[in-house]
C-alpha cells in the first residue's frame, strides 16, 4: 500500500490539504493573528465605513475600497508565508548519510552531543567571495548544512537560509517565505495607520454630532479598532525597520544575533542597497526540495528520499556549478569551494 510522502515526513509540521499546505504544529498564536485581522476588517466595513457613506458622503466608498484591498493583502502575506514550506532540506537517505559520514574534520571549538562521549562535531569549509565559511554537520538529518541554513529546533529540520522560527505566522521565515513575512509586516503597518487614521475621523466628526462621551458609547467598535490597530503597528513597526536594515545589508535574523561577520566581510551582501533588495523580495522564488506530495510503499518509508533531485547532497563543487547555472537558486554567491 503506498500513501503520500507528507504523511511520514520527519520533523515537527501540520500539512493540509492533501501536501500542498503547510506549517508548524505551534499555531495557536498564527489562528489569533488571523481572527484579530478578521475581525479588525469586519468592525472596520460595519462601522466606520458605513458611518462615513452615510453622515459624510457617498463619495468615501473609495475609502472602504482601499480597506478592503489593505485587508485582503494582510491577510493574503499572512497566509502566504504561514502555510509556504520555508526550505526544508531534505534528510539524507541512508546511502547519503554514510557517505557524509566519511566526510570533513572535526571542530575543536564544538561539540556535539549526536555523536559518543560528546565528541568535536564536523564541519567542510567553501569559499564564498573570497570568504572561508563553515557547513557545521546536522547529526539530526546526516548531512553538512549550506551555507546560511540551520536546524530549527521546533520544526526539527534544517531549513536553508534560516532566518528565525515566528509564532505569528506558525512556521519559519527562511529562503522560501522570507518575502512574504516582509511584505506583511510592511502592509500591517500601513494597513494599521489607515484604519487608525479613519477611527480618528470618525470619532472627531461623530463628537461634533452627538458630543466625544456621547461619540464613545455609541460608537465603540471605533473604539476597540483604534486599540487594535495601535497595538498592532506598535508591535510590527519595529519589527519591519528591523528587518529592512537586514535587507539592506543582506543579512538574517540567525547571523545578526550571532555576529556571524563580526570579524569578516558579508560575502552575500551587495553594495548596492536596491540590489540588495530586489534579490530577496524580487528575485525568482526558488523551489521546494521536499516532495510533500510523492508516493512511498508503507513498508520503505524508513529512509525514504523526501526530496526529488536534492541538490544539498551534491558535492560542493558539483553544487556550486549548479548554483552559478541555475537563475532560480538563492545561494548566488557561491563561486569556488573547497573540499576539506
Request: with cysteine.
Amino acid at each position: 500500500m503506498t500513501q503520500r510522502k507528507w504523511r511520514v515526513f520527519p520533523g515537527n509540521n501540520r500539512f493540509y490539504c492533501n501536501g500542498l499546505l503547510m506549517s508548524s504544529t505551534q499555531v495557536a498564536v498564527f489562528l489569533f493573528v488571523i481572527v484579530a485581522v478578521i475581525v479588525t476588517a469586519c468592525l472596520f466595513f460595519a462601522f466606520d465605513c458605513r458611518f462615513l457613506i452615510q453622515y459624510v458622503h457617498p463619495g468615501t466608498i473609495p475609502l472602504a475600497l482601499i480597506g478592503l484591498l489593505g485587508a485582503f493583502y494582510v491577510l493574503m502575506f499572512l497566509l502566504k508565508a504561514g502555510c509556504t514550506d520555508p526550505g526544508f532540506i531534505p534528510r539524507a537517505r541512508q546511502d547519503e548519510a554514510h557517505y557524509n559520514q566519511g566526510l570533513g574534520e572535526p571542530d575543536p571549538n564544538t561539540t556535539s552531543t549526536g555523536y559518543v562521549g560528546g565528541t568535536p562535531s564536523k564541519y567542510r569549509t567553501v569559499e564564498i567571495h573570497g570568504q572561508q565559511i563553515k557547513l557545521k554537520y546536522c547529526v539530526t538529518c546526516n548531512m553538512f548544512r549550506p551555507p546560511r541554513a540551520s536546524h530549527c529546533g521546533l520544526c526539527n529540520n534544517c531549513v536553508e537560509i534560516f532566518d528565525h522560527h515566528c509564532p505569528a505566522v506558525g512556521n519559519c521565515v527562511a529562503k522560501r517565505n522570507y518575502r512574504y513575512f516582509y511584505l506583511f509586516l510592511v502592509s500591517m503597518c500601513i494597513m494599521g495607520l489607515y484604519v487608525m487614521s479613519i477611527n480618528i475621523t470618525v470619532m472627531v466628526l461623530a463628537s461634533r454630532m452627538v458630543g466625544f462621551v456621547n461619540a464613545l458609547k455609541t460608537y465603540p467598535a471605533t473604539v476597540i479598532e483604534f486599540f487594535i490597530s495601535g497595538f498592532a503597528v506598535i508591535a510590527v513597526f519595529g519589527l519591519a525597520c528591523y528587518h529592512t536594515q537586514l535587507i539592506a545589508t543582506m543579512k538574517t535574523t540567525n547571523e545578526e544575533i550571532k555576529n556571524t561577520f563580526r570579524t569578516s566581510q558579508n560575502p552575500y551582501r551587495q553594495h548596492n542597497v536596491l540590489k540588495n533588495f530586489c534579490i530577496t523580495i524580487c528575485g525568482p522564488f526558488p523551489p521546494s526540495l521536499i516532495d510533500r506530495r510523492g508516493f512511498v510503499k508503507d513498508e520503505e518509508h524508513h529512509g525514504v528520499d523526501y526530496g526529488a533531485t536534492n541538490p544539498i547532497m551534491m558535492d560542493p563543487e558539483q553544487r556550486s556549478m549548479q548554483d552559478t547555472a541555475d537563475t532560480s537558486s538563492q545561494l548566488p554567491l557561491t563561486t569556488s569551494t573547497d573540499n576539506n
